[in-house]
């Protein structure tokens, strides 16, 4: 059992920046890829980032694409996501995600095992 828990959400105005945070409870925390998603107000929820187990490789949605960065630092259990550049758009609740199973990140979220509670992102206008 991994234990999820996502920091760093605010409100910005567009054009801004947020770092967001997941801090993983397992200490194996370097055998799961892991995953950033978001979903908006009556949208689904919709990737956003991933990462492998390593670091050495990543993936981004098309919308997000040279905005945001994900990142991990395995010695502290820890997955990170620098959005900059931030638009209204990008409103919405920022859930993180561990995947057992991957070892380099997945778009589909079927392949994540473990979620965080999610964190408010709003984007002013």
């Known amino acids: 059992q991994v234990q999820l828990v996502e920091s760093g959400g605010g409100l910005v105005q567009a054009g801004g920046s947020l770092r967001l945070s997941c801090a993983a409870s397992?200490?194996?925390?370097?055998?799961?890829?892991m995953g950033w998603f978001r979903q908006a107000p009556g949208k689904e929820r919709e990737f956003v980032a991933a990462?492998?187990?390593?670091?050495?490789?990543?993936y981004y949605a098309d919308s997000v694409k040279g905005r945001f960065t994900i990142s991990r630092e395995n010695a502290k259990n820890t997955v990170y996501l620098q959005m900059n550049s931030l638009k209204p758009e990008d409103t919405a609740v920022y859930y993180c995600?561990?995947?057992?199973?991957?070892?380099?990140?997945?778009?589909?979220?079927?392949?994540?095992?473990?979620w965080g509670q999610g964190t408010q992102v709003t984007v002013s206008s």
């Open positions: 995600a561990a995947a057992s199973q991957l070892v380099y990140g997945s778009g589909d979220s079927r392949s994540y095992d473990y």
């Open positions: 990462i492998s187990r390593s670091g050495g490789s990543t």
């Open positions: 397992r200490r194996t925390f370097g055998n799961y890829a």
